[in-house]
């Protein structure tokens, strides 16, 4: 009996959930995957990298072939599954110029549809790569401050945090934060504030 793709996938996450390693399991399941990438839709794509990212197990061949199939099936990302592959290869500490250029524009194109938290985490993978991308970052801008109420604390502490980082400047954003984090400071933690 063989394990599909999904079921693969399932097995994996469940593993992350729990937060249980197996170098063994995660290497031969890398090893299985890239031989089925074919098989992977992209939220296969996005799942299977979030777990290797989330679990820390690494597998650089397995981030070099997924990130060429997820450019190839970008069309059929989802706004989660998007902020989920771009966060990954953050987390994992792979950069994919490629992947980070290609998603760029699918960012901005679906970026109505994205949730907060997709926005904070999409913005903090650009950041933590150092991935440029003024386009991005200002219409990004300009979401945060449409949706600035849907963010929580650590959302917009993230969010200041990737403009620093890489260094993009947006004055009407922070402008736009300040006067709600005058609102809320109540509900910052030592860490969001430091940050």
């Known amino acids: 009996d063989t394990f599909n793709t999904q ?4 097995t994996i996450r469940s593993y992350a959930k729990v937060g249980h390693s197996s170098p063994e399991l995660f290497d031969a399941i890398s090893h299985k995957a890239m031989k089925r990438l074919d098989t992977f839709n992209s939220q296969g794509i996005a799942n299977t990298l979030w777990v ?3 679990v820390g197990h690494s597998s650089p061949e397995l981030f ?3 990130s ?3 450019i190839q099936k970008l069309d059929t990302f989802s706004p989660q599954n998007i902020a989920n592959t771009v966060w990954a290869y953050a987390k994992a500490g792979y950069t994919s110029p490629e992947l980070f250029d290609a998603f760029a524009p699918k960012v901005i194109e679906k970026l109505d549809t994205f949730n907060a938290q997709g926005i904070a985490n999409t913005m903090w993978a650009y950041a933590n790569t150092r991935h440029s991308c003024p386009e991005l970052f200002d219409a990004i801008a300009d979401k945060v401050i449409e949706k600035l109420d ?3 604390s ?3 502490s993230n969010t200041v945090w990737a403009y620093a980082r890489v260094g993009h400047s947006s004055p009407k954003l922070f402008d736009a934060i300040s006067q709600k984090l005058m609102k809320t400071l109540d509900h910052f933690n030592s860490q969001n504030i430091v940050n």
């Not at 079921?7 to 399932?10: D, S």
């Open 150 to 152: 849907t963010f929580n």
């Open 68 to 70: 060429h199939k997820a």
């Open 154 to 156: 650590q959302g917009i």
């Open 64 to 66: 070099d072939a997924f």
């Open 52 to 54: 290797y990212a989330k």
């Open 7 to 10: 079921e693969m996938v399932n």
